[in-house]
């Protein structure tokens, strides 16, 4: 029993790094943090997180399939799973995205990166082979699900008839991944929402 106790207390310390590091990672990228900040973050040492993780290429490389992992079940949750209309979908996902910004943006007319996806194209130079692989994951993600989405949403009247759903599904993509580079320019989520009003109601004429 008192073997468990402490495989599960590793395990709950694992943990706490990965959670810690993975906000730290999105604020700052991956030069702008250290297992020293970590350490400091959760009261622990260094030397604890070295057992851990080994080095922060482990660490990274579990972040990164986390990101990817992550993204990819959100997406399926929106544009896939359940009968909800084009339109709810929409709506699901906007609320995604503003709990992400209000995660790391809380003063106001803050600029800060709060996409994990974004913080992982920022770090392509550093992070190589591994980070592609993930986005173009999350992008075929995407992709199918959107398409799916769309072309349900055709079937059922919600959007005129003769809609090219290659064409959305493309312009879909495109916009939401362009979502954190506008908050950072503006300082407002603002900007996005009044995007998505205009998105939904060229989609749903066009």
């Given at each position: 029993m008192?073997?468990?106790?402490s495989?599960?207390?590793?395990?709950?310390?694992?943990?706490?790094?990965?959670?810690?590091?993975a906000?730290?990672y999105v604020l700052r990228g991956?030069e702008?943090?250290?297992?020293?900040?970590?350490?400091a973050?959760?009261?622990?040492?260094?030397?604890?997180?070295?057992?851990?993780?080994?080095s922060?290429?482990?660490?990274m490389?579990?972040?990164i399939e986390?990101?990817?992992?992550n993204a990819?079940?959100?997406i399926?949750?929106?544009?896939?799973?359940g009968?909800?209309?084009f339109?709810?979908?929409?709506a699901?996902q906007?609320?995604?995205?503003?709990r992400?910004?209000?995660?790391?943006n809380?003063?106001?007319r803050?600029?800060?990166?709060w996409s994990p996806?974004s913080r992982?194209?920022?770090?392509?130079p550093?992070?190589?082979?591994e980070?592609?692989?993930?986005?173009?994951r999350?992008n075929?993600?995407?992709?199918?699900c959107?398409?799916?989405?769309?072309?349900?949403?055709?079937?059922?009247?919600?959007l005129?008839?003769g809609?090219d759903?290659?064409?959305?599904?493309?312009v879909?993509r495109?916009t939401?991944?362009?979502?954190?580079?506008?908050t950072?320019?503006s300082?407002?989520?603002e900007?996005i929402e009044l995007?998505?009003?205009a998105?939904?109601?060229?989609?749903s004429?066009?």
């Amino acid at each position: 029993m008192a073997r468990q106790d402490s495989a599960d207390a590793a395990g709950g310390t694992r943990d706490r790094i990965k959670a810690v590091a993975a906000e730290l990672y999105v604020l700052r990228g991956h030069e702008g943090f250290s297992f020293g900040d970590i350490a400091a973050a959760i009261g622990t040492t260094r030397a604890n997180i070295h057992h851990h993780f080994g080095s922060k290429q482990q660490l990274m490389r579990e972040l990164i399939e986390d990101i990817a992992a992550n993204a990819e079940s959100r997406i399926e949750r929106y544009w896939r799973a359940g009968t909800a209309t084009f339109a709810e979908r929409l709506a699901m996902q906007l609320d995604d995205l503003r709990r992400y910004y209000d995660r790391f943006n809380r003063g106001d007319r803050d600029r800060n990166v709060w996409s994990p996806l974004s913080r992982l194209r920022h770090d392509l130079p550093t992070l190589g082979d591994e980070a592609v692989a993930a986005l173009e994951r999350v992008n075929r993600t995407y992709d199918l699900c959107l398409r799916h989405a769309v072309g349900e949403a055709a079937k059922a009247g919600q959007l005129r008839p003769g809609t090219d759903v290659e064409d959305v599904v493309r312009v879909l993509r495109v916009t939401l991944l362009s979502c954190p580079p506008m908050t950072q320019d503006s300082g407002r989520f603002e900007e996005i929402e009044l995007l998505f009003g205009a998105l939904g109601r060229l989609i749903s004429v066009a």
